[in-house]
């Protein structure tokens, strides 16, 4: 069900290079979506004007079990938007929309999943990640995790962390662009995983042609733009 709910921000963290988490106060709400999913945040007061509004998209990063808050991540940059929302005081409100969007995991526990994920691209792979860890769900997950550098790579230790845990969780970082190379070597059959991009929409349609000539099926393939 779609929803427009008015909560606060309760902390703000550099996580990586110019790269940024809110934390938002989900518990008075019973928020319900589903790991992957993403909301419009409107700032009612902003800070700075911007002329593409005082709105945006993010893919939530926590997971769904995480009732009590709601975590999103974005580089630091100089919209109006985003300099607001990496200034304004910890108990300003924000309204919600959402949840919204299909970028989710598939039904089948069998299937296995490759997520390539381009910088802040990570959010909603990192939401299904952590709930398909948590919930057991058995699917066999690889992600492919592009950066300029690995600084710039937010929520890395927890990704590593995940790995030594779990038998059926691969991390590959991959720094620079994708190419068909560093496709091609995440996984040993290309044609068995369902493939998910998700980051810059550059980075997103050289991906899907990449994964295209390599005679992936498009059913095969989901995506979300940034
Ligand atoms: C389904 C979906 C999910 C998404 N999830 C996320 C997410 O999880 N995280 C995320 O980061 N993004 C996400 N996005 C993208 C997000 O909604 C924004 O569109 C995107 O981050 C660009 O933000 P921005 O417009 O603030 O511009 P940025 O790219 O951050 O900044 C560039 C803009 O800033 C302005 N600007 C630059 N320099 C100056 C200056 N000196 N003075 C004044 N203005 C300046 C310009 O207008 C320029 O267009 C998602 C989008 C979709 C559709």
């Known amino acids: 069900m779609i929803r427009k709910i008015t909560i606060p921000i309760i902390e703000r963290r550099t996580i990586a290079k110019n790269t940024i988490e809110i934390v938002l106060d989900a518990s008075l709400e019973n928020f319900t979506f589903l790991a992957g999913q993403y909301v419009k945040i409107s700032i009612p007061k902003m800070l700075y004007p911007d002329p593409a509004g005082n709105y ?3 893919s939530i990063a926590s997971s769904p079990n995480e009732k009590s808050k709601m975590e999103i991540v974005f580089r630091d940059s100089q919209s109006g938007f985003k300099k607001t929302l990496t200034e304004l005081p910890f108990g300003s409100s924000v309204i919600i929309q959402g949840p919204y969007g299909l970028f989710t995991l598939p039904k089948n526990p ?3 999943i490759v997520f390539i994920a381009g910088g802040v691209g990570i959010a909603p792979c990192l939401s299904m990640i952590r709930f398909a860890i948590e919930e057991k769900l058995g699917h066999e997950i690889t992600l492919l995790y592009a950066n300029n550098d690995l600084k710039s790579a937010a929520y890395l230790d927890e990704l590593k962390e995940i ?5 059926r969780f691969f991390i590959k970082c991959h720094l620079g662009l994708i190419d068909e190379n560093c496709v091609r070597q995440s996984v040993a059959d290309i044609n068995q995983p369902i493939w998910y991009a998700v980051g810059p929409p550059k980075m997103v349609r050289t991906t899907r042609d990449i994964l295209e000539q390599l005679g992936v099926s498009k059913n095969k393939i989901r995506f979300e733009n940034f």
């Open 56 to 58: 945006r998209m993010f």
């Open 110 to 112: 069998k299937a296995s």
């Open 163 to 167: 790995e030594q845990n779990n038998s």
